[in-house]
């Protein structure tokens, strides 16, 4: 049974009810029908935070199925029992400013430089991103950041929307963003939309304006190769 992933309509939820759809006894492991909780994926980790008062070390996505991994030593809920989910919620808005941070960063080197994508990570509050730069510019660091800042300061909305497969792939930012790399098996692909300056096909979470990142700073930048530059940043409060 899929599992819904209530995070990708509303990122705001911290608490929530599912009820157990399977149990992994061996992982100590449990499939709900639904979850707030994010699963490791797309460069973004996933969530802690306690289920049914145990705490929770470890959430993937299986499939339709998320599993969530329980720690402690106390009883796995049984299939067909309702359980009850909190998040760490610091945690997970700290992410949140991180992956926005992140897809602002990546809106500012495309329009300012034309430089796409090639890969990034993240942690709560710190991240890296890979560019196409040979080399970077003089002075790049410094002007990335003070542009990634203004840009923040700005309180751009950030949309979430929800698009028929063949209407995205012809849009030309998501092409930009590789949205042909979405499996052909997903017929509606979820935008993130930092509206008036990035557009990615994204599934992960993110705050709903971009002042509630606060500010970055470029803490370093590093050659991975002739076409590959990659920038460290580190999230901080406004």
Known sequence: MATELLFLRDAYVREFDAYVTAVRDGERAVALDGTAFYPTGGGQPHDTGTLARLPLVDVRKDGGEVWHTLGGDGA?????????????????????RTHTALHVLCGVIWNEWGKAVTGGNMEPLSARMDFEFDPLPEGFGRRVEELVNAELAAARPVEIAFLPRGTAVEDR?????????????????????????????????????????????????????????RIRVQVLDG
Do not use: F, Y
């Not at 809920?77 to 909190?86: D, L, T």
């Not at 998040?87 to 992410?95: C, G, P, T, V």
């Not at 979470?205 to 002739?226: F, L, N, W």
């Open 173 to 229: 930012d998501l092409i930009r963003t590789k949205v042909n790399l979405v499996p052909e098996s997903v017929k509606e692909i979820r935008v993130v939309d930092i509206v008036g300056l990035d557009k990615q096909a994204d599934g992960g979470t993110h705050v709903a304006r971009t002042d509630e990142v606060g500010r970055i700073r470029v803490v370093k930048t590093e050659s991975k190769g002739k076409s590959n530059k």
């Open 76 to 96: 796995l809920p049984a299939v067909g029992g309702q359980v009850h989910g909190e998040l760490d919620w610091e945690r997970r808005h700290a992410l949140m």
